[in-house]
């Protein structure tokens, strides 16, 4: 089984830099996802970390430290925008294949 | 990227009848899954739809309640049935793409069970 935990919710200011952090506990780890979801949207992908390091894309990168069980996903330039649930993921090998496990989710309000 | 399409994009439906959610994708996929996500809360994973076999099922999901069909692989349908207010919810289907590690979302099921 799996534990994912994320913080419920984050407060940030347009402009700024914020950090959502994930830790998780699983075995057959083959990657971690974040996602982005708007409210009454599907999530839709914004990046996959399955070696240790910083994957940036734009005004979002993600880092993963396997050894720790730990991921982050950092938003820069905030816009209003990105106010949303972020979702950390993780992929797990089982026998029906590559599962994902989503934790609780991180509801971000960027205010002006 | 892999284009996915749900019907009905939601339903409301009374207590005790049956909801077939179809999930139609715009390339062949081996793997498709199936997600609710209930009120305020993240996606847990009901099951996983492989075409020519049965369907895996998680922990607290199973296959008289949530029968799951797979008969090509661009086509799956999950059934909600013997519906209750409990299954209120937002299913989801979704689809490994052709790069094995990108997971993309259908645009959801909406659910009210009265």
């Known amino acids: 089984g799996q534990n994912i935990d994320q913080p419920t919710e984050m407060t940030a200011t347009e402009g700024a830099i914020v950090q959502i952090n994930c830790t998780y506990q699983?075995?057959?780890?083959?990657?971690l996802f974040w996602y982005q979801q708007h409210a009454g949207e599907a999530p839709t992908f914004l990046s996959y970390?399955?070696?240790?390091g910083l994957e940036e894309k734009g005004r979002f990168s993600s880092f993963l430290s396997r050894s720790k069980g730990y991921s982050y996903l950092l938003l820069k330039e905030l816009q209003m925008k990105d106010s949303a649930s972020y979702l950390c993921?993780?992929?797990?090998?089982?026998?029906?294949?590559?599962?994902?496990?989503f934790g609780g989710g991180t509801r971000l309000m960027v205010k002006p | 990227s892999a284009v996915i399409s749900q019907k009905p994009s939601r339903d409301i439906c009374q207590r005790g009848t049956s909801l077939t959610i179809q999930c139609q994708v715009d390339?062949?996929?081996?793997?498709m899954f199936w997600y609710r996500q209930q009120p305020g809360q993240s996606l847990t994973l009901i099951a996983t739809a492989n075409q020519g076999s049965e369907a895996t099922y998680e922990s607290g999901f199973v296959i008289d309640k949530f029968p799951i069909s797979r008969p090509n692989l661009t086509f799956s349908t999950l059934t909600v049935s013997n519906m209750s207010p409990e299954d209120s919810s937002i299913y989801l289907c979704?689809?490994?793409?052709?790069?094995?590690?990108?997971?993309?979302f259908g645009p959801g099921t909406r659910l009210t069970v009265t």
């Open positions: 390339s062949q996929v081996t793997m």
């Open positions: 970390n399955v070696l240790d």
């Open positions: 979704s689809v490994t793409g052709t790069d094995s590690y990108e997971q993309y």
């Open positions: 993921a993780v992929r797990e090998n089982n026998n029906a294949g590559n599962m994902l496990t």
């Open positions: 699983t075995s057959g780890f083959n990657g």
